[in-house]
Antibody, heavy 120, light 106 residues
Framework: QLQLQESGSGLVKPSQTLSLTCAVSGGSISSGDYSWSWIRQPPGKGLEWMGYIYYRGTTYYNPSLKSRVTISIDKSKNQFSLKLSSVTAADTAVYYC????????????WGQGTLVTVSS | DIQLTQSPSFLSASVGDRVTITCRASQGISSYLAWYQQKPLKAPKLVIYTASTLQSGVPSRFSGSGSGTEFTLTISSLQPEDFATYYCQQLNSFPRSFGQGTKLEI
């Protein structure tokens, strides 16, 4: 059964870079049938899609995050990662990684989420 | 960017009720719409994809319909475990976007 697990620092200082990794188990991140996304949710608020990566390295980022976000993939470790630079308190959120099934229009598997707090 | 607007934002209902949540897209998205259920402190769970396809393992009391710009999620007979927040999401174009959510309360 496919599982996604986020890991990384839960506390980041303002202006620094947030770094998270999503480990994928029970399936290959190199499958051409899926893409891999990061989605976040500020406390008490709705969901925001941040960006995605395809196994070949193709990425697309939400323009709302401008040039602050970078998503990378490590096929040898079956994981993908998120970096968000110049963080502020507004970046405090639960961060989820998720798998999108290409063509079916859905995120069918999600990680449990990890809370990242931006505070000095 | 495509904006999704859900209505209502809050819905009070009782066990056994039939409820419908609407999601309107700012432009046509064909049938590339999904519905998710989220319970407190949990990740969203896929309920419906491509507007009307029930995700495996989801009870048949859930159904979805619509295409283009207007979509609905219907729960035919509410069960206690259905009380949660529901989000629609479009996967027709980038950036992917979500509705603001509908909180279904007892």
């Amino acid at each position: 059964q496919l599982q996604l697990q986020e890991s990384g620092s839960g506390l980041v200082k303002p202006s620094q870079t947030l770094s998270l990794t999503c480990a994928v188990s029970g399936g290959s991140i190199s499958s051409g049938d899926y893409s891999w996304s990061w989605i976040r949710q500020p406390p008490g608020k709705g969901l925001e899609w941040m960006g995605y990566i395809y196994y070949r390295g193709t990425t697309y980022y939400n323009p709302s995050l401008k040039s602050r976000v970078t998503i990378s993939i490590d096929k040898s470790k079956n994981q993908f990662s998120l970096k968000l630079s110049s963080v502020t308190a507004a970046d405090t959120a639960v961060y989820y990684c998720a798998r999108e099934v290409l063509g079916s229009g859905s995120f069918d598997h999600w990680g449990q989420g990890t809370l990242v707090t931006v505070s000095s | 960017d495509i904006q999704l607007t859900q209505s209502p934002s809050f819905l009070s209902a009782s066990v056994g009720d039939r409820v419908t949540i609407t999601c309107r897209a700012s432009q046509g998205i064909s049938s590339y719409l999904a519905w998710y259920q989220q319970k407190p402190l949990k990740a969203p769970k896929l309920v419906i994809y491509t507007a009307s396809t029930l995700q495996s393992g989801v009870p048949s009391r859930f159904s979805g319909s619509g295409s283009g710009t207007e979509f609905t999620l219907t729960i035919s007979s509410l069960q206690p475990e259905d009380f949660a927040t529901y989000y629609c999401q479009q996967l027709n174009s980038f950036p992917r976007s979500f509705g603001q959510g509908t909180k279904l309360e007892i």
